[in-house]
T-cell receptor, first 113, second 110 residues
Framework: KAGVTQTPRYLIKTRGQQVTLSCSPISGHRSVSWYQQTPGQGLQFLFEYFSETQRNKGNFPGRFSGRQFSNSRSEMNVSTLELGDSALYLC????????????FGDGTRLSIL | EDQVTQSPEALRLQEGESSSLNCSYTVSGLRGLFWYRQDPGKGPEFLFTLYSAGEEKEKERLKATLTKKESFLHITAPKPEDSATYLCAVQDTGTYKYIFGTGTRLKVLA
């Protein structure tokens, strides 16, 4: 069974640009969650999508947004990039929700110059 | 305020030297507590879920326990391949917020 796939693995952008990251969950999983991981703050929850609807949201500014498609694939968008957005962005999936074991991808490493 | 604190931040063990990692949490209500293992350059890998005080789960050399205020991850006779960062996360029943601790970096020496 294929795991969670995130693309691209690495990305370099400059301040002010926007970026879109992609996540393909494990087949049959309907819940997709996104996290930001930095050395200083650790892993922080961004949002969760289930059946194309945002069901749960962390404490990030509106520049961070996401969506989920009918096949459960999800995208995350960050607009007006700031230096502090440099991080590893992780996606996780589970069958029904975050109270179940989540399966993580290996992340997208985003660097802002 | 919801909070998850893990200790110690880092731990070095000799192969075969058993120890425990701690995860203390403060939430209005516990929906679940989760343990993950993360290797460098990889996403976290699920280990255990605990839902209520008194619950215990075991897998190979690892055993997780839960009380009303904290969880322990016991590592029995560790091997070098157990070296990783161990992360604890909790989900709050009221807010549904999902909060990770900052992890314990474990190094097991041969």
């Amino acid at each position: 069974k294929a795991g969670v796939t995130q693309t691209p693995r690495y990305l370099i952008k400059t301040r002010g640009q926007q970026v879109t990251l992609s996540c393909s969950p494990i087949s049959g999983h309907r819940s997709v969650s996104w996290y930001q991981q930095t050395p200083g703050q650790g892993l922080q929850f961004l949002f969760e999508y289930f059946s194309e609807t945002q069901r749960n949201k962390g404490n990030f500014p509106g520049r961070f947004s996401g969506r989920q498609f009918s096949n459960s694939r999800s995208e995350m968008n960050v607009s007006t990039l700031e230096l502090g957005d440099s991080a590893l962005y992780l996606c996780a999936s589970s069958p029904q929700g975050m109270d179940q074991p989540q399966h993580f991808g290996d992340g997208t490493r985003l660097s802002i110059l | 305020e919801d909070q998850v604190t893990q200790s110690p931040e880092a731990l070095r063990l000799q192969e075969g030297e058993s120890s425990s990692l701690n995860c203390s949490y403060t939430v209005s209500g516990l929906r679940g507590l989760f343990w993950y293992r993360q290797d460098p350059g990889k996403g976290p890998e699920f280990l255990f879920t605990l839902y209520s005080a008194g619950e215990e789960k075991e897998k190979e050399r690892l055993k997780a326990t839960l009380t009303k205020k904290e969880s322990f991850l016991h590592i029995t006779a560790p091997k070098p391949e157990d070296s990783a960062t161990y992360l604890c996360a909790v989900q709050d029943t009221g807010t549904y917020k999902y909060i990770f601790g900052t992890g314990t970096r474990l190094k097991v020496l041969a």
